[in-house]
């Protein structure tokens, strides 16, 4: 068995599904979701449980099997060891040693593992690609807004999905001294990079805060703002996201999938150089080699 604990929004508990699926898939074993977090109400804005709403193959992990690798008392400590010695193969929780950084070992990890991480690199399921994209579709009809987005998306020529995360990257001083925010020359840059290689553009803009995207962002391509879907409509933004021809993301793992869900074999995906406030991609293992980062 192996356990994945599920921490943050949509987009972090996607990489945390794909990479424990990866080492689930592996050992031929079964996958389950500790959802310990959220039941006790984790204080961060987009976080809640949001994998339900498509078809993946986990199923939610009991409290007494999340209990074995969180009981830190003497007699869990006892009760760890003395299963340890009887089952077939030590029981370990493995924690994530570095964001963003792609360690190899975890795809070696032998079988009852509890994962504790955000394992945010496509590298942890790249072998089974084609498994996770058909996993993460979604399992019911999207609202009739949504809808009327999407055929609007395809009746049109070079749509490009373009994601600016503010929200807790302004409000949260943690996560601004860490992530920061991606500048709007970064955005003007993959616009106009876009725009020289296209012609005109249909920009569709996803924003956790559009009143401020619409006072500052000034661009002379069509746009069209979701506004729409809140938080719990988040899956609907990622799936709008990935019927666009071309992605221009934030430094947010939100926006990250709705690019990598793309089908578009043709797809020009950008991403920000400047992944953190102090770390660029060529440092991390976030980006894909073959999207473009400006």
């Keep these: 068995m192996i356990i994945v604990q599920l921490k943050g929004g949509l987009g972090n508990q996607l990489f945390q599904y794909a990479a424990a699926r990866r080492l689930a898939g592996k050992h031929n ?8 977090r959220y039941s006790l109400g984790e204080q961060r804005p987009h976080a809640f449980f949001s994998l339900d709403r498509f078809d993946i193959r986990a199923k939610i992990a009991e409290k007494a099997e999340v209990l074995f690798f969180h009981d830190n008392t003497l007699l869990g400590r006892a009760v760890r060891k003395i299963r ?14 570095k964001h963003f950084a792609f360690d190899p070992a975890i795809l070696k990890l032998p079988n ?14 790249k072998e089974i690609e084609d498994i996770v994209r058909e996993e993460i579709t979604l399992k019911d009809a999207v609202t009739s807004q949504s809808i009327a987005v999407e055929q609007e998306i395809k009746s049109l020529k070079n749509t490009v999905s373009l994601h600016i995360r503010r929200g807790d990257y302004v409000s949260d001083i943690k996560a601004n001294n860490y992530l920061g925010l991606c500048p709007l020359d ?22 956790d805060d559009l009143d401020w995207v619409k006072k500052n962002l000034n661009t002379d391509h069509q746009k069209y703002f979701v506004e729409h ?3 719990e409509n988040a899956h609907e933004d990622i799936y709008l996201m990935s019927i666009c021809e071309h992605n221009i993301i934030a430094n947010s793992s939100f926006s990250w999938w709705g690019a990598w869900l793309n089908k578009n074999k043709k797809k020009k995906v950008f991403a920000p150089n400047q992944w953190t406030a102090k770390e660029n991609c060529n440092k991390l293992d976030i980006v894909p080699e073959e999207w473009n980062r400006i």
């Design 84 to 97: 340890t010695i009887t089952r077939t193969g030590k029981i370990k929780r493995i924690c994530e040693r």
């Design 112 to 125: 009852n593992i509890y994962l504790s991480g955000y394992w945010q690199s496509e590298k942890y399921f």
């Design 229 to 231: 879907n809140k938080t």
């Design 186 to 207: 970064y955005y003007n840059k993959c616009i106009s990079v876009l725009g020289n290689e296209l012609g005109e553009l249909n920009l569709f803009i996803f924003s």
């Design 29 to 36: 074993t079964e996958l389950k979701l500790d959802l310990t």
